[in-house]
Every structure is written in C-alpha cells, then in structure tokens.
C-alpha cells in the first residue's frame, strides 16, 4: 500500500485558512491531532467536530487534561543532553555512571536507564547514532520481488523461502545484483481462510509458514517417500496461476505435522527460544488458541481473550507441545531465511500496521486505539480514498511502554536483512485516522513523537547494518523529507510519478519504475491497466495516465507503436540514469506481465490481490532474454556513472 501515489508535498497550493481554534481543538492539539491538512490538491480539510469526538475517544484521551510526561528520552550520539537533576544511568551493558544536569557526550549509543535521585520515575534513555546505516558511495541495482508469485517447479503452489534463495543466488552471481527487495514475509494466523495481503499481518515480529520449503526442514529427507504423496499435490498447484493459499497451508501442515512429530530436538532450537523468549511464547501460544478457537480473538471466550489472564497460561501449559511446534515452525522459518540471505543482500518490508484480529493486535491491545483505523485521504489518482483497516498505535501509550511494541517490531523485521523499505513512512511522524465507518473523507491526522521514533529507527539500523529506505509517496510534509535525508533514509522515488525525469533524481534514494499498488510497465503501454480499473469501476485518472504514458515516451525516446519489449528495456535504461544509492526492477516487468499485484480500493472477488503468480517459473525467468536485458541495462548504464556498488551479504545483520 502506498498511501497516494503522487509527489505531493502537502504544504503547497491553497493556503490554511486562519481561524480561532476552539478549546475543543486546542486540547485535542495536546493529544496530537491535526486541526485539518492540505490535501493533495492544495486543498485546506479541516478536522471535523465528530471525528475529533471519535478519535480522541478511540485514544482514551483524559477530556480535561493533557497527556502525562512520557518515560522515554531520545538523544543523539555525541550530543549531550541537559537533565533535570542528578541520577544514575544504568547502561544497556550493565555499567553504572553517575551524572548531574547535563548527559556526558562519551555516553554509548543504546538502551539505558536514568533513575533520578529526586525518587522520579525511571526513564528509558536511547542514545541513536546520528544517521542510519548506510555504506560509503552505495550504488546497486537489484529486483524488486513479491515472493509469494514467485514460483520454481519445486514450489508447492506458492513462491518459498528456497525460491528466494535460487532467485538470491541467480540474481547475484549471473546478473550482479547487489540486493533484492521483497514483499513483507511476516506471519498470518494459521487458521483457514489465510490473509492474502502482505500488509495485513498478524504479526510484525514473526513469519508465515506458507514460505516454508518442506523439504530443507530437517529430517525431511528420511520421511521423503512418506512426504512425496503431500508434495506432488503441492506441485500440481502451480498450474494454476491464481495461488490457494488454504490448499497450500493444508498441504504444508501435515507435512510439517509429521516431521514435528519426529523432532527429537536441537540444541540450536533451544538457543532460538532462549534467545526469542517470553514474546514467542506469546506469539505460539495465540496461534495455538487461534487454532483451537478460530481467527479473530476478539470472539474467542472471555478468558483468553487478554495475553496476561491466568487461564491463557493455564492453556499454554495443557497444549505445550502445540504451543512449542508454532515455535519451532519459526526457528525453520528463520533458519531458512539465514539461508536464502547469504549470497545477497534481501531488504524486508515493514508494512504501516497489523492485524486488528492477529497476534500483535492481541498482545498489544492496551496500546492500539479501537473504533478507528489507518489509511490515506482521497488524492487524485485514489479519488475516495483508501482505508486499510488497520489498527494504529495510540501515541501517548507506546510512549508509555517505552516504545517496547515499536522496538521489537523494527528489530524482528531487520533480522537477516540488509535494508527495510518502511511502507508509509509518513506514519512515523503522522498517520491518517478514519473513525469506524465513517469513510476516508471524515479522517484526521494524528501525530506521532517522530524524532524519538526516528531516534530508535537509526539506532536499529546501525546494530543490523541495515540499509533503510521510506516509502514517502502521497501527502509529504517537504520537512520531513528533509529531515528523512538528513537521517540517511533512503528516499523512494518513482518514474510513474516523478516530474523530472531520472537524472534528476537525488542520491539518497531508492528508484524504480513502479510499486505493486501501480501499473506495470506492460499494463500501463498496452491500456490494459486502465481498462481493468474502468471495468472494475474504480473512476481513475484517465488523463494522468495517459500522460504518464507519454512523458516516458519522451523522456525514452519511443515510438508510441513500440512493441513492449523494447519499452520494457527503454524505461529500464532511462531508469539506470538516477544517480539513487538504488534502483529497482519488478519480477513483473522483466517477465512483461500487464496485471499489477495489489488494485487498491478492490477486494476478492472483484479482483485477486496479492494471488496472481508469475506466469512463469524461476527456470524460466532465468532464461527469459527480456530478464536479462533489464538486468543488463541497469548494471551497465549505473557502472559507467561509478564503480557499482552493493550492500554485501556480510552487512545485513542478524538481528
């Protein structure tokens, strides 16, 4: 999801007009509320009396007071800071110091603890380094992939963590790519109908079993004729495109059913739930519950319907070993993962929220507003808006726990990753709130304590030597980007909708033709696009598209009759001219398939989001000239600019 798909900077065009603020505004103001925002058109939309109501009800705002004082300081390396008082400050490390008013400069960067010598409550102080993680002169090319579509002959049915390792080595060692972007991997509810949309996870911190490859789960070789019936099915599933995600998941279940029960254990899986601890545990057990009770924890019986109720534990002790095989389906997952990233960089993709009926949502449900949800307003490519029916984090209680949720999330997501793309990054600093069934048009920003965020965004990056890019298309604050590039975040600049052509695009940046939510370079020459979004009756731009379509005609120097392989190459050569740290092709292009992965604003059955595989096999992709001529031009085209460059393997950091 994108959030808009223009460049819009939000802050142009007509005026906020200058009015008093009421008590009621001013006060709502305290708890982060916007009074109203420019839209994309330039356009002043204040905050409605009834959304105010509904959202500062959603947050359990105190209706006469504001906020009370966080305990949570962010500070830069370096830097100093000046205290309140003496305290102690406990290091992450353990060492103790003693300080007066003002924060020594020499002080580590990490997670420490200032306890006040007035008897105060302790503060958790972050020390973030400056910027984030990013190597000297990196220039690298890579694909941009969704996994799940990703299919080789040895899939069963959808693209797995062994096709992403094939796609990592191809990409890597025949092609030179320096790294390889996919879609987020992180876990959905193991319980039919599975969630086909990537964004819409039921955790954050952990992944989905569905890319799991069962035959590199030990012990998967000496039950092979026993599997084998369970893998031929899987197998027959690829010759369809559209991708069952409930067959696939029951096929891959009793496969790992039978190879669970033959687990005599591992040291290394005990170090893995050692190392993971109570939040796994959390994280197994509700999967547990969920397949005992059904999706959706908000209909299960009272008792176990909060994380922290006696009768949850009572549960996870009578279903252990279920409990203790969710957990071991996640050290596979992540062993596996450990595998597929040795020979490239893979950057992962946080998506803006989770499931209001997931793992996270349960465990995290004190500081997560209720009766409301995260989207974007109308602009003018998403004219009514978009609503994603996520639940966002209330500001004043994440700052509460110590950004605790935030942290874990952004640390679990960076393991075994080089660089994370954080979808929407404007939700760091604000995130638009839509009262329920109220529509995208009587939503309201709220803000968010975006230096402290960012503080911990940079202090994670730098422990993962993690490269970290912002999606900032749609409704963008120009001082956030520039704050964004100050902090080494990686820009996310796209061809369909920058003004200027590639060239002119700045260094700290990620560029690419195009996103799931937008057309592919085959859909958007050839009309078809278009042509599904008037059938589907979604009342699109019309007029940009086509003009979109002609400035890279000229901006390419095509023919408007050009075959599509030629305009397939043409773009990626145009592309390769950004002088961006990185620059990106889909798996789509490079395989000339017309239909994107994600229709914004549709749902099944009007079409199949995030549920179309390539039309091909990675076998094939291999062989296919038109991949190799994209990968060509973008190697090539950025060598000639400078020596390329790559986030080795050996940067993405562990976790």
Request: charged share 25%.
């Amino acid at each position: 999801m994108t959030g808009g798909a223009g460049r819009s900077a939000g802050a142009g065009g007509q005026a906020r007009p200058r009015r008093r603020a009421t008590a009621a505004a001013r006060h709502a103001r305290l708890w982060g509320m916007a009074d109203g925002y420019t839209d994309a058109l330039g356009r002043w939309q204040p905050t409605p009396e009834a959304t105010r109501t509904a959202v500062l009800a959603a947050m359990g705002a105190d209706p006469d007071a504001p906020p009370a004082p966080a305990p949570v300081r962010v500070v830069r390396r370096g830097r100093g800071a000046r205290l309140p008082g003496p305290a102690e400050l406990i290091l992450e490390d353990g060492g103790r110091r003693r300080v007066a008013d003002h924060l020594p400069s020499d002080v580590p960067t990490g997670y420490h603890e200032l306890r006040p010598d007035d008897d105060g409550a302790p503060v958790l102080l972050v020390v973030a380094p400056a910027r984030c993680h990013l190597p000297p002169a990196l220039r690298a090319w890579g694909w941009a992939a969704q996994l799940y579509a990703a299919r080789s002959e040895a899939s069963w049915g959808i693209g797995d963590l062994g096709d992403l390792r094939r796609l990592a080595g191809w990409s890597a060692e025949a092609l030179g790519a320096g790294m390889l972007l996919v879609n987020p991997l992180h876990a959905d509810t193991p319980v039919p109908p599975l969630e086909a949309s990537p964004y819409f996870p039921s955790s954050r911190r952990y992944r989905n079993l569905l890319y799991l490859r069962v035959e590199d789960v030990p012990g998967a070789p000496a039950l092979g004729p026993a599997l084998e019936p369970l893998a031929a099915a899987g197998r027959a599933l690829n010759r369809e495109r559209r991708i069952d995600r409930d067959a696939v998941f029951a096929l891959k279940r009793e496969a790992l059913d039978r190879l669970w029960a033959r687990f005599a254990g591992d040291p290394a899986f005990d170090r893995y739930l050692e190392g993971q601890g109570p939040a796994l545990t959390a994280f197994a057990t509700f999967c547990a519950l969920a397949e005992r009770h059904g999706r959706g924890w908000r209909a299960w019986p009272a008792a176990y319907r909060r994380p922290d109720h006696p009768e949850v534990a009572r549960f996870a002790a009578e279903t252990a070993a279920r409990v203790r095989f969710f957990a071991w389906g996640q050290w596979l997952l992540d062993q596996q993962l450990a595998a597929a990233v040795g020979r490239l960089a893979v950057m992962q993709d946080l998506p803006i929220g989770v499931d209001p009926d997931g793992a996270d949502a349960w465990a995290w449900q004190d500081v997560l507003a209720a009766g409301v949800s995260v989207g974007a307003p109308p602009d003018e490519f998403n004219t009514r808006g978009q609503d994603w029916g996520l639940p966002p984090f209330i500001p004043h209680r994440l700052r509460a726990v110590r950004y605790g949720p935030f942290i874990e999330t952004i640390r679990a997501t960076l393991r075994h990753a080089g660089g994370l793309r954080i979808d929407h990054v404007m939700g760091l600093f604000r995130l638009f709130w839509i009262p329920r069934g109220a529509g995208p048009a009587a939503g309201c920003y709220v803000h968010y304590a975006a230096d402290e965020i960012l503080g911990i965004v940079a202090l994670e990056s730098e422990r993962a030597r993690a490269v970290i890019v912002g999606e900032d298309l749609g409704t963008v604050e120009p001082e956030a980007r520039a704050k964004l590039a100050r902090l080494a975040v990686l820009s996310y600049r796209l061809l369909w909708f920058e003004p200027d052509p590639p060239a002119a695009y700045p260094r700290l940046a990620l560029a690419a033709v195009t996103t799931h939510d937008n057309p592919t370079v085959a859909g958007l020459w050839s009309g078809a696009d278009l042509r599904t979004q008037e059938r589907l009756g979604l009342a699109p731009n019309a007029a940009g598209i086509r003009a979109i379509r002609s400035r890279l005609a000229g901006w390419a120097g095509l023919d408007e009759a050009a075959p599509l392989e030629e305009v397939a190459v043409a773009t990626h050569r145009l592309l390769a001219e950004a002088p961006s740290a990185i620059v990106t092709a889909t798996l789509e292009d490079a395989l000339l398939v017309e239909e994107r992965p994600n229709v914004p604003a549709t749902t099944p059955p009007q079409w199949p989001n995030w549920s179309l595989a390539l039309p091909r096999p990675l076998e094939e992709l291999e062989r296919a000239p038109l991949a190799r001529a994209i990968a060509g031009a973008l190697a090539r085209r950025r060598r000639r600019r400078a020596r390329a460059g790559t986030i080795p393997p050996g940067d993405a950091g562990s976790g």
